[in-house]
């Protein structure tokens, strides 16, 4: 089977599973069990023949390129399909883009890489976590072109009647809270210059994190802040949260490009700088827009949403306008990223995420600024701020008292 009958697999199970699984599932959790075989054989590299990736191939002579989302079709991760569906990919030049969905950060990671996808968007800590080279896999082959979300979710919630301040986490129980957090367990502990040790981490689900808080088998939960108003109401005690981004410039979400694909393609720069453009567009009109945009996404991305309730489909979309935004885009527009930034994750979470630092690459060699200085700036006016930091309520405080020491 092809990488493109595969991928097409496995986004039509996807679509299957949207229309029939409830909102509160957590799909990450089912898919990586329903799914992992299908991974596995993606993963194993699709090729044409000849041992070139056939997305890298195709992507050099001009064909359609993929660009995905870690996640499914929901508020989150919508924009990259408005950026197909309502032509801003079109008109920013670079009409053969096709928007597909994904399984994962680390999976995402991954694809674009090995070049199963021409490029799209993954954690950063994540990304990290799994890019170097092991005993089944190669290193992966991919640099940060721009920045789709300036913020990661990950933050330690935590009962203040348990730890004293968000550094008493010796001796107490944390649960990570997906996936994603499970990756990145050990990032927080040495933020804090905990030995992760004397911490003990356990693995589980968004659902279970809110009872297990609230019956004290653990005091803190490391995962995604989306989930805090929800904790707050469910667990009979005074919760605390503190964002990774407390600890400094910690960038949430790269736009990630195959090396091999974009070192092959034709105009690459010119056509990776129009795609930042019109992505950025199509992001700054969904984060501004919420109702137009969360109508959108029910009516021509994916039907399923319908079943969700008016809080569910806000309140996603709020914790993505506080996320998505940093404050320094306010003047260098959407997507601003530094290779300095890059360079802060590195130095400060590299030996929590892989057993093997000097494995990572360099901040220099996973950064190419070219294409982002080439497009177009995505800004905000005054009014367009304040109806972003409106639409983004509790968190974009919370982030702003978070970072107003760094």
Known sequence: MSDRDQS???????????????????????????????????????????????????????????????????????????????????DAGVPNVNAT?????????????????????????????????????????????GLARGRPLLSLIWRKDQMKDRTDLAGKTMLAASGFAAATSEVYPNLINVDPSKVTIEEGTEEVAAPKLSN???????????????????????????PLTTFGAFPGFPIWVNNNWFKNKENNVEFVSNMLTGYFKALKWGLINQTKYLDYLKSEVNPNLRTWTKEELVGQHSVTCAQAVTLDMKENGLGYFTEDNISYVLDNTASALVDNPDALPNASDLVDMQAYEKSEKVKFSNKEWNQLSENAGEIWSIFKKAESNN
Not at 80 to 87: D, E, I, L, P
Not at 118 to 131: D, E, K
Not at 221 to 240: C, F, H, N, R, T
């Open 216 to 242: 004290n088998q653990v005091q803190a939960i490391w995962g995604s802040i989306d989930l805090y108003p929800s904790y707050q109401k469910q667990v009979d005690a005074e919760l605390g949260v503190t």
């Open 8 to 90: 097409a697999a496995e986004e039509q199970l996807v679509d299957d599973l949207d229309n029939v699984l409830p909102g509160s599932v957590d799909r990450r959790k089912f898919l990586h069990g329903s799914l992992g075989s299908l991974g596995a054989m993606m993963l194993a590299g699709c090729t044409d023949g000849g041992g070139n990736n056939q997305s890298t191939k195709n992507g050099g002579d001009g064909s359609k390129a993929t660009f995905t989302t870690p996640w499914k079709k929901e508020p989150s991760w919508g924009y990259t399909h408005v950026a197909a569906g309502k032509g801003y990919w079109k």
């Open 101 to 145: 969905r994904g399984n994962g950060s680390d999976t995402e990671a991954q694809n674009i890489g090995v070049g199963n996808k021409a490029m799209g968007i993954s954690s950063l800590t994540t990304a990290l976590s799994v890019y170097p080279k092991t005993q089944d896999t190669e290193a992966l082959n991919m640099s940060i072109m």
